[in-house]
């Protein structure tokens, strides 16, 4: 048997493009992954966080900003 550890990788939607974010710390929770991206792009201070979906062996995490939605 063969296991994988799969890395993390953050995606972050801006003018259009997804960004690809890398985990700054295995140890980091991904709320502290979010925090700690929200001083280059502050718009992520309220986004939500979707995920993880398993692709190419890679566990991706979705920051989806909640800025001009209502409700």
């Given amino acids: 048997m ?9 995606l972050h939607k801006e003018n259009g493009q997804d960004i690809r974010l890398t985990d700054p710390n295995e140890a980091f929770t991904i709320t502290d992954v979010q925090h700690f991206y929200a ?6 201070t309220n986004a939500k966080i979707i995920g993880p979906d398993i692709k190419d062996d890679e566990m991706q995490y979705r920051f989806e900003s909640t800025m001009g939605t209502k409700g």
Avoid: Q
């Fill in 2 to 10: 063969k296991v994988n550890i799969l890395k993390r990788v953050f």
């Fill in 39 to 44: 001083g280059t792009y502050p718009v992520l």
